[in-house]
């Protein structure tokens, strides 16, 4: 799995995570994933082009959880 990720960070106190996943081999986009903010109750998931959008994210570091069933 490869995921591209950004944040985007302007001096506040909440933000948003952004990003794209596709299969590494393939470049499709793997539909159906979840993505999860560990530590804290938010998450989204993947639209059909592969891209996600996590808002209200409190500023700072995080890990990702990402999963997908059958995969």
């Given at each position: 799995?490869?995921?591209?990720?950004?944040?985007?960070?302007?001096?506040?106190?909440?933000?948003r995570?952004?990003?794209?996943?596709?299969d590494?081999?393939s470049?499709?986009?793997?539909?159906?994933?979840?993505?999860?903010?560990?530590?804290?109750?938010?998450?989204?998931?993947?639209?059909?082009?592969g891209?996600?959008?996590?808002?209200?994210?409190?500023?700072?570091?995080?890990?990702?959880?990402?999963?997908?069933?059958?995969?």
């Amino acid at each position: 799995m490869l995921a591209l990720i950004t944040s985007s960070i302007y001096g506040q106190n909440r933000s948003r995570i952004t990003g794209t996943i596709k299969d590494a081999k393939s470049g499709e986009a793997l539909v159906g994933s979840n993505v999860i903010v560990e530590g804290l109750n938010l998450g989204a998931a993947l639209d059909i082009e592969g891209q996600f959008f996590i808002v209200n994210v409190p500023v700072g570091t995080y890990n990702l959880k990402i999963s997908i069933i059958g995969y």
